[in-house]
């Protein structure tokens, strides 16, 4: 901010001014328009950061303010159309993990997809929010040796952590199990390469 300033020749209490009063109005903006979303497909995760000092350091650090430390921010996307649906900045309880899918499901027209990874703290928060009007799976990333591979290096496998009744197991390569019919998680085409039991695994899934 400061060289902002500096480049605009104004003050760095104009900047952070303008970036607050910015940061409001988005806010308003989102919460008085993203309603009524006509999803299918949503996926929840969260990003980590820190204010001031990372958590691990706060007994060392100096003048820390109170809400120093790890922050979270909670995002819900839908993966056709990378619409962030809700958003919830905060810890990483299960409190937080309330909150947020009772906005999510506030926000939510209609019955989705909803994928998250195993953070336990979902399952309480969806099961409240959504009850049994959720298609729900968690997609926990696995890693082992490649086949035929670099010794040593590492390809991901995918794993539905089981959370429920209609649990569906794979019947080869990693377990893969799915809470209430999922389908195949939109973010799979993230890996540049896919495992041959990955392959058959969302090919079984679709």
């Known amino acids: 901010m400061r060289s902002i300033s500096r480049v605009a020749d104004v003050s760095i209490n104009t900047v952070t001014k303008l970036l607050v009063d910015a940061g409001q109005t988005c806010l308003a903006l989102h919460d008085e328009l993203v309603r009524d979303v006509k999803s299918a497909n949503v996926q929840c995760d969260e990003i980590w950061s820190f204010c001031y000092a990372k958590q691990g350091n706060l007994p060392k650090a100096t003048n820390a303010p109170l809400d120093s430390g790890d922050v979270w921010t909670w995002t819900a996307i839908d993966s056709d159309t990378k619409l962030i649906v809700s958003y919830f900045v905060a810890d990483r309880t299960t409190h937080s993990a309330i909150q947020f899918t009772d906005d999510l499901r506030e926000r939510l027209a209609g019955r989705v997809q909803l994928t998250t990874d195993g953070h336990r703290a979902y399952v ?14 968690q997609l926990v990333k696995l890693y082992g040796p490649t086949p035929g591979g670099v010794p040593g290096a590492t390809a991901p496998g995918l794993h539905r952590r089981p959370q429920g009744r209609r649990d569906r197991q794979a019947r080869q390569g990693p377990d893969l199990h799915v809470l209430r019919g999922a389908r195949q998680p939109h973010h799979a085409h993230v890996d540049a390469s896919v495992h041959p039991a990955d392959e058959w695994l969302l090919k079984e899934d679709r």
Request: without cysteine; proline residues 0%; negative net charge.
């Open 124 to 137: 309480r928060a969806v099961e409240g929010a959504f009850g049994d009007d959720v298609d729900y799976a």
